[in-house]
């Protein structure tokens, strides 16, 4: 196995792994969120991160398997893989440990690590798979954006406590 090819084998994992293990925060936490004023439905979020995965799915296809080879798939493959993992700790740092400075950092971790992604997709924008990429990509990034904004508009609200407080152990 080559390292291109076991890169890529790692990166789909991290994907499946992500989307997987996305379900840390309960429904019901969601719905009250959503229930203060300028928020969206719960019903929007399952619709939006279904939709998402799916575009983040068809991007990460379109990348893996271009037909460019250089620094650029190999750094792009590696912020992909960094972006899934810090998209599975927003939800655990935001709901779960209460935590807005942390999920903030997470926000600008996944905003910069997706914005490298797509930069890399961009700089094979002659070949239709890589542009593609960064297209497919982009709604995702406009939802870390908007994340960002519910964040910022929950600690306005003084909806969500700032330090960490103990959490109940799930069995």
Known sequence: MQADELLAAFAVFGAVFAAASGGDSPRDI??????????????????????????????????????????????????????????????????????????VLDIALLLATGAFYMFCALWHMWDVYYFLAALLFAPYMAWTLFALYLVWRAEQDGSVATAPEPCARRP
């Open 30 to 103: 969601r719905r009250q969120y959503a229930r203060r004023p300028g928020m969206p439905p719960a019903w929007v979020f399952e619709v939006a991160w279904g939709a998402l995965y799916l575009c983040i799915g068809a991007s990460a296809y379109l990348f893996w398997f271009g037909r460019a080879v250089g620094w650029a798939s190999t750094a792009g493959a590696w912020a992909l893989l960094a972006n899934l993992l810090a998209n599975r700790y927003w939800t655990r740092l935001y709901f779960t440990y209460r935590s807005v400075p942390l999920a």
